[in-house]
């Protein structure tokens, strides 16, 4: 079974540009959450998406938004990038989501550098 | 808000060396996960615990949930080089929307 696919890998943006990153959940998953991770603030929890709805989300500005299409696959856009923003950003998909005991399978994340 | 965090923040250790790394939350949770990552690499699913006092073992690895649901703890006995990378916790939230949040992490360094 193939594993959780992000892209792209790399992607170098200048401030006040827009990203939009994708993910490609583990097929039957139908969860996928969104994460950023910096070296000081370490693993933080953007949303999730369950079945094309948000069911969660944590505590970012509202330039940070996602979708989820009706195969699963997931993207997630930042408007008006700030230098803040530069992070590797993980998706993680599972079967059935956060609100149950699921694993969560990581993809190898997007690294977005704001110059 | 509500808090994860683990200690120490880094450590390292002599190949053969026990290791253990703590994490304490600031809410009771519902379960807590662990997960590994290599350096350069992403988060990969170690365990999962659920019950109150629960114990598991992956061979070198003991993981423990705590009592109260609070905290949890990795313990590795005779660390090997491999053991390398920086282990998180991941506690998901009783309260309101479920969703997991992550500890600060600890990040593990053996010396052969």
């Known amino acids: 079974k193939a594993g959780v696919t992000q892209t792209p890998r790399y992607l170098i943006k200048t401030r006040g540009q827009q990203v939009t990153l994708s993910c490609s959940p583990i097929s039957g998953h139908r969860s996928v959450s969104w994460y950023q991770q910096t070296p000081g603030q370490g693993l933080q929890f953007l949303f999730e998406?369950?079945?094309?709805?948000?069911?969660n989300k944590g505590n970012f500005p509202g330039r940070f938004s996602g979708r989820q299409f009706s195969n699963s696959r997931s993207e997630m856009n930042v408007s008006t990038l700030e230098l803040g923003d530069s992070a590797l950003y993980l998706c993680?998909?599972?079967?059935?989501?956060?609100?149950?005991?699921?694993?969560?399978?990581f993809g190898p994340g997007t690294r977005l550098t704001v110059l | 808000g509500q808090q994860v965090m683990q200690i120490p923040q880094y450590q390292h250790v002599q190949e053969g060396e026990d290791f253990t790394t703590y994490c304490n939350s600031s809410t009771t949770l519902s379960n807590i996960q662990w997960y590994k990552q290599r350096p350069g690499g992403h988060p990969v699913f170690l365990i999962q615990?659920?019950?109150?006092?629960e114990v598991k073992k992956q061979k070198r690895l003991t993981f423990q949930f705590g009592e109260a649901k609070k905290n949890s703890s990795l313990h590795i006995t005779a660390t090997q080089t491999t053991d390398v990378g920086t282990y998180f916790c991941a506690g998901r939230l009783v309260s309101g929307t479920y969703k997991y949040i992550f500890g600060t992490g600890t990040r593990l360094k053996v010396l052969a």
């Open positions: 615990l659920v019950k109150s006092g």
């Open positions: 998406y369950f079945s094309e709805t948000q069911r």
């Open positions: 993680a998909s599972s079967f059935l989501g956060q609100g149950e005991y699921n694993e969560q399978f």
